[in-house]
């Protein structure tokens, strides 16, 4: 029987220069890695290695010091700004590098200590990376602000990063298995100072993540607390709410775009709900979230050139009438219903006869028909999605 304990001890320091120089040679965060910095790194990477092949040795599990150490390295890593895909490559390569570690010291005859090893760090290590992470995280609120924290944990939620978590943890945002991905188109695209602004008032309302992915869009994922419609209707609301605090501040009409989406598949919902941002009615005051169902004509529309070129032609005829996009656009608002949308336009509902008889001559369509409905309601909403603006009705 060999002595694969004693061995993994003895190359305690040789194996922890490998990984520190592969850590700095293969993660830009640690290319330019202080010399003091290193050090440490160095240090840790020793500490850890002697302990575990003690520990592992007797069948003991981490102690408290054990952990509070491991935890305080986590924090200074954090405090030193190293970015959590850096963090989490380097955890990786640790991982990596102990697994060869144990194969290269290994003879024919440590197979049952090379299985206890083996055990003894699928339990342990798994405790040591929770208390790195959770260090590592408070020691990053010193480094970067919270509005940027809540900003990371949007792409890091929306990709699925396993960090997500216990970034939420420390930040206080509570994490759920369904989203109601909301972006907010604002046109024209506001300015940084606007943007910063944007998150500095949503901070001090709301609690989910959310950040600007791009500077014209800002996306937000709303908790969606279980799957029967009055769950739906919560997460619109809040994703309403949002969404006019973000056209409230930055001054400048939005559109809004939603889809649902679970943990582990909300970059096919983000990409969904992009589309029908880009699809929507651009508003001063957004009146409600669109999702896929109020908006997949146009999302056809969009994707067959020919199709939207003949709306284009519909939308020019349109045009040559006076108030006739407003005049449509609250007309199917209001189920076709000639009173309401008369009292919703401050008309006579007889001037209101008078415009859609207009429509009719115009286009040759008639407005109240299903064909009238099917067409004109998609050419009047890519018109306020701000399609064609050389027709200038946005």
Same mark, same amino acid.
């Given at each position: 029987?060999?002595? *694969?304990?004693? $061995? ?18 293969? =993660? ?31 069948? !003991?599990?981490?102690? !408290?010091?054990? @952990?509070?150490?491991?935890?305080? %390295? ?16 380097? *955890? ?9 570690? =144990? ?27 929770? %208390?790195?992470?959770?260090?590592? #995280? ?18 890091? %939620? @929306?990709?699925?990063?396993? $960090? ?18 909301? %972006? ?30 791009? +500077?014209?869009?800002?996306?937000? *994922? ?58 929507? +009615?651009?508003?001063?005051? +957004? ?25 284009? !032609? ?11 996009? +407003? ?8 189920? $076709?219903?000639? *009173?309401?949308?008369? !009292?919703? @336009? ?18 040759? =369509? ?26 200038? #009705?946005?």
């Amino acid at each position: 029987m060999g002595d *694969l304990f004693g $061995m993994l001890k003895s190359r305690a320091d040789d194996n922890a220069r490998r990984v520190v120089d592969a850590c700095a040679g293969e =993660i830009a965060g640690f290319q330019a890695i202080e010399s003091g910095s290193r050090a440490s790194m160095m240090e840790f990477a020793v500490v850890v290695r002697r302990r575990t092949a003690e520990l592992a040795a007797s069948g !003991e599990p981490l102690l !408290e010091s054990d @952990l509070a150490f491991i935890e305080s %390295v986590g924090e200074q890593r954090g405090a030193q700004g190293v970015a959590p895909g850096c963090q989490r490559g380097a *955890l990786a390569l640790h991982a990596a590098f102990t697994l060869r570690e =144990i194969s290269e010291a290994a003879g024919p005859g440590d197979l049952t200590d090379t299985m206890r090893m083996i055990d003894w760090l699928a339990e342990q290590g798994t405790a040591a990376q929770a %208390v790195y992470t959770r260090g590592y #995280f408070r020691g990053y609120e010193r480094f970067l602000p919270t509005a940027s924290r809540v900003h990371l944990l949007a792409t890091m %939620v @929306l990709h699925d990063d396993p $960090m997500a978590g216990e970034l939420a943890g420390s930040l206080g945002v509570p994490m759920t298995e369904h989203y109601l991905v909301t %972006v907010v188109r604002v046109a024209p695209e506001p300015p940084e100072q606007c943007r910063e602004e944007v998150m500095g008032t949503l901070l001090q309302r709301h609690r989910m993540p959310f950040g600007w992915q791009e +500077p014209d869009e800002f996306v937000a *994922l709303v908790p969606y607390h279980g799957t029967r419609p009055e769950h739906r209707a919560a997460a619109e609301g809040a994703g309403l709410a949002l969404a006019r605090a973000v056209a409230e501040v930055v001054g400048r009409p939005c559109s809004v775009g939603t889809a649902h989406g679970r943990r582990r598949a909300l970059v096919q919902a983000a990409a969904l709900a992009r589309k029908v941002s880009r699809v929507a +009615p651009i508003e001063r005051v +957004p009146r409600r979230p669109y999702g896929v169902a109020d908006v997949f004509a146009e999302l056809g529309a969009v994707e067959t050139p020919q199709v939207d070129q003949w709306l284009r !032609e519909t939308a020019r005829r349109l045009g040559d009438g006076p108030d006739l996009v +407003p005049t449509l656009d609250a007309y199917y608002r209001n189920d $076709m219903n000639r *009173l309401r949308t008369a !009292e919703s @336009l401050h008309i006579h509902p007889r001037t209101l006869d008078y415009r859609l008889r207009r429509v009719r001559e115009l286009v040759g =369509i008639e407005p109240g028909s299903t064909h009238g409905v099917r067409v004109l309601s998609t050419t009047v909403t890519r018109l306020l999605a701000g399609a064609w603006n050389e027709h200038g #009705f946005v």
